[in-house]
């Protein structure tokens, strides 16, 4: 998360080199929130493709 919110997040797909990737975790708090707020934030918000993010070696992993 950024001081602009959440601008990027991922689905992650349960492989070990993804955890702890601060896109993940962003996913994880959106998927928390109350449909009225995630629906919004998630709009404006950038998906990751987990599986072209391990293709091309992780460009879009952020240590969290």
Do not use: F
């Not at 998360?1 to 992650?12: A, D, V």
């Not at 404006?44 to 969290?64: E, F, Y």
């Amino acid at each position: 998360m950024s001081e602009n919110g959440i601008t990027h997040y991922c689905l992650g797909n349960g492989e070990m080199k993804c955890d702890g990737c601060q896109q993940e975790k962003n996913w994880q708090t959106l998927n928390q929130m109350p449909d009225a707020l995630r629906k919004p934030l998630q709009a404006q918000a950038q998906r990751i493709d987990d599986t072209d993010c391990i293709l091309a070696g992780r460009p879009w992993r952020v240590g969290a």
